[in-house]
C-alpha cells in the first residue's frame, strides 16, 4: 500500500510562489509515477502536472510555464508553483500508482492514480 502525504500549502499573494512536497511510503514494488491535483470549492478536480520515472513531465495548459514537478528516485514528488494567481486557489492532492505495465502520468487523469494523498490548501490572494 502506497501512503502519501503532502506539505507546502499555505496563502500568498498573486504573484508569489508556493513549493508543495509529497512523501510517499510503503511502496516495494516498483518505481512511481506521481502527479498533482487541485480542486476548487464547486469546480471538479483537475490534473494539474505530472511526472515519470525517466524523467518525463506533463502539464495542464493553464499552469505550463509557471508551475514546474519533479520527482526522485525514492517516491517524493515536489511542485514549484510561480507566479501564482488568485484562480489557482484550491485543494491540491498528490497521486501516484505504479510505474508498470505502460501505465504513465501523460494525460493527467485521475482515472490513472489509485494512490492519494489528503490534500494541501493553497490560497491565492489578489
Known amino acids: 500500500q502506497v501512503r502519501l502525504q503532502e506539505s507546502g500549502g499555505g496563502s500568498v499573494q498573486a504573484g508569489g510562489s508556493l513549493r508543495l512536497s509529497c512523501a510517499g511510503s510503503?511502496?516495494?514494488?516498483?518505481?512511481?509515477?506521481m502527479g498533482w491535483f487541485r480542486q476548487a470549492p464547486g469546480k471538479e478536480r483537475e490534473g494539474v502536472a505530472g511526472?515519470?520515472?525517466?524523467?518525463?513531465t506533463y502539464y495542464a495548459d493553464s499552469v505550463r510555464g509557471r508551475f514546474t514537478i519533479s520527482l526522485d528516485n525514492h517516491g517524493n514528488t515536489h511542485l514549484q508553483m510561480n507566479d501564482l494567481r488568485p484562480d489557482d486557489t484550491a485543494m491540491y492532492y498528490c497521486?501516484?500508482?505504479?510505474?508498470?505495465?505502460?501505465?504513465?502520468?501523460?494525460?493527467?487523469?485521475?482515472?490513472?492514480?489509485?494512490?492519494w494523498g489528503q490534500g494541501t490548501q493553497v490560497a491565492v490572494s489578489s
Open positions: 497521486a501516484a500508482d505504479l510505474w508498470i505495465l505502460g501505465r504513465r502520468a501523460d494525460d493527467l487523469s485521475s482515472r490513472n492514480f489509485r494512490y
Open positions: 510503503g511502496n516495494t514494488f516498483s518505481k512511481l509515477y
Open positions: 511526472a515519470d520515472p525517466d524523467g518525463s
